[in-house]
């Protein structure tokens, strides 16, 4: 019986050793931080990035695709570890469908019971364009779009006063050193969906090649395309019979 004893008492005392004790314990988790926030809707996750600011306490979802619709989507999210999130002022709760045009706040709580309130934003990405002008500058190839085989021999684009949305484009109308033409050109506000936009020539451009005197006239003077670096010019046009058209093609694009 006392060999019985001995053993129960043994055993108690391995099990006791076994509990840490309170110095031993690990410290709670205190950090209520978003490290992600994912966006959802009928076809799944949307592609996305997250631009968090810690300080603020902003997670801006950028979305990619540009067709969604904010009013109807759901987010999930992924947090430091253990922590417990609360939704604030009617915003819906993570993984449920609700509109989200408009910020909402959810409260982050870690184990420790330290808490942060977050802004969730929802925007449309905008890929960065840089500046459209310099597409476009030192040499270039400028081709003409009636006759190809009088295509400037030498041309040249040089940004304006340093403004991303102005171009100076100086070239050789139809390869004749002697009718130097300048086309001052300025870029209209790009479309994120096709990359593309609007030119705009600034002033009439005047000038005289093989005894005809000629002019590009301001205005409207075609588009660009930012994906593929080319200027399709359609500049207005008179001096010179084309073919009974009153536009004059031109294609700029890149060495």
């Not at 934003?121 to 500046?131: A, E, F, M, S, W």
């Not at 940004?159 to 009718?179: E, H, V």
């Not at 001052?184 to 593309?196: P, V």
Request: hydrophobic letters at 40%.
């Amino acid at each position: 019986m006392k060999k019985i004893n001995y053993t129960v008492l043994g055993v108690l005392l391995l099990a006791v050793s076994c509990v840490p004790s309170f110095d031993e314990v690990s410290v709670l988790p205190d950090d209520p931080g978003v490290l992600e926030i994912l966006v959802g809707n009928a076809n799944g996750k949307l592609a996305q990035e997250n631009a968090i600011d810690n300080e603020q306490k902003i997670d801006t979802v950028w979305v990619k695709d540009r067709s969604a619709d904010f009013s109807n989507v759901y987010l999930q999210g992924n947090f430091a570890p253990g922590c417990v999130v609360e939704p604030l002022d009617g915003a819906p709760k993570l993984g449920t469908y609700g509109d989200f045009s408009i910020p909402k706040k959810y409260r982050v709580t870690a184990p420790s019971g330290n808490s942060a309130d977050w802004t969730i934003i929802l925007d449309i990405y905008t890929p960065p364009v840089g500046c459209l002008a310099d597409r476009w500058t030192g040499a270039v190839t400028c081709t003409d779009g009636i006759w190809a085989s009088y295509s400037p021999a030498s041309c040249v684009g040089v940004k304006t006063d340093n403004d991303c949305s102005k171009l100076k484009l100086s070239f050789d109308f139809w390869a004749d050193a002697s009718a130097p033409v300048v086309l001052e050109l300025e870029f209209g506000e790009i479309d994120f969906d096709t990359f593309t936009g609007d030119i705009s020539l600034i002033n009439d451009v005047n000038f005289t090649s093989y005894g005809a005197d000629m002019t590009f006239h301001a205005g409207p003077a075609g588009t660009y395309n930012a994906s593929s670096n080319v200027l399709n010019l359609n500049l207005k046009f008179s001096g010179y019979d084309i073919g009974g058209g009153e536009y004059y093609p031109f294609t700029v694009s890149q060495n």
